[in-house]
């Protein structure tokens, strides 16, 4: 029995170079799409065909003229279509279309964007990571695995799996607010924040980007927020193997001095390696999937 795979990736030297090295004839195959517009000539019935998808993260859609979006519909959750510009829609698109499909999320670790993209399309989307600098032996063993039960076997996918918790209560940090209960939205907001006073500009970034008029207190919101938000990126991070020994104490209490010199959370979460993450609708449209499928208990 042959194993099909979708591969969707817009770099199609690395797509190549990825079916050359991986697939083996007669058991393991690639049908390679370089843009989310080519999925729509699939149905549903089509993509059941398939054992599985690879899907990149970071997708340079077209905006020329005649270009055909792919969107995600579904009036229940979202007040209009949401347009697939990164890896996270097409992965909901095929959660919409192909519900028993096995998903993979492809990525080079190096890459800035990798960490927090994976996290999310394993804790909103259940997907798999799937590191391409692995050995193809290792990536084909994975993939020959029709069930999805071997990415374990990858050197990276503890660092992966170790992330993931971590990520969730991150991104749950917020869901006791009244108003803006979104980590994630809260976090985009404070990326357009500067300098050490940074929780001074919060309320603004809130009405520029989300229209919403919210009054930050830096005791009762901020600086609560700003202590979890650290000790759940710490734990993020230190899943990655990266050193946390020179961020700023927490256990004596926090004040607008103690992220003064140094504010870990701003300076992970602010780079532009991170913009897409962000600042995608499709990106998040999942976490709104996430949030319906989710235990009312998880809630709160």
Not at 57 to 81: M, Q, V
Not at 207 to 216: D, N, Q, T, Y
Request: glycine share 6%.
């Amino acid at each position: 029995m042959t194993l099909e795979y979708l591969l969707v990736d817009d770099q199609g030297k690395r797509s190549r170079v990825f079916d050359r090295q991986v697939s083996v004839p007669g058991e393991l195959e690639f049908t390679m799409v370089d843009d989310p517009e080519l999925l729509l000539d699939l149905s549903p019935e089509d993509l059941a065909e398939f054992d599985g998808a690879i899907v990149d993260f970071h997708l340079n859609t077209s905006s020329s003229p005649g270009y055909r979006p792919l969107t995600i519909t579904d009036p229940a959750l979202y007040d209009k279509p949401v347009e697939v510009r990164t890896g996270m829609g097409v992965m909901l698109y095929l959660k919409q279309h192909a519900p028993l499909m096995n998903v993979y999320g492809m990525t080079e670790l190096p890459h800035g964007h990798a960490q927090l993209f994976l996290a999310a399309a394993s804790v909103w989307l259940g997907a798999e990571p799937l590191n391409v600098d692995e050995s193809p032996e290792i990536l084909r063993r994975v993939l020959l695995d029709a069930d999805g039960e071997q990415a374990h076997l990858q050197a990276s996918h503890r660092q992966m799996r170790d992330s993931a918790e971590p990520f969730r209560r991150l991104m749950d940090s917020c869901l006791s607010r009244r108003h803006l209960t979104e980590t994630y939205d809260w976090l985009r907001c404070y990326r357009e924040c500067n300098g050490p006073r940074a929780h001074t500009q919060v309320s603004g970034a809130v009405g520029r980007l989300l229209g919403l008029r919210i009054r930050v207190d830096p005791e009762k919101t901020f600086f609560p927020m700003m202590t979890q938000w650290q000790n759940d990126l710490d734990a993020f991070v230190r899943a990655w193997g990266k050193d946390t020994s020179d961020w700023p104490d927490l256990s004596t209490g926090v004040s607008a001095k103690t992220w003064a010199e140094r504010n870990p959370v701003l300076d992970y979460v602010k780079p532009g390696a991170y913009d897409t993450f962000f600042n995608s609708a499709d990106v998040r449209a999942a976490l709104t999937y996430y949030r319906n499928l989710a235990p009312e208990s998880e809630l709160l």
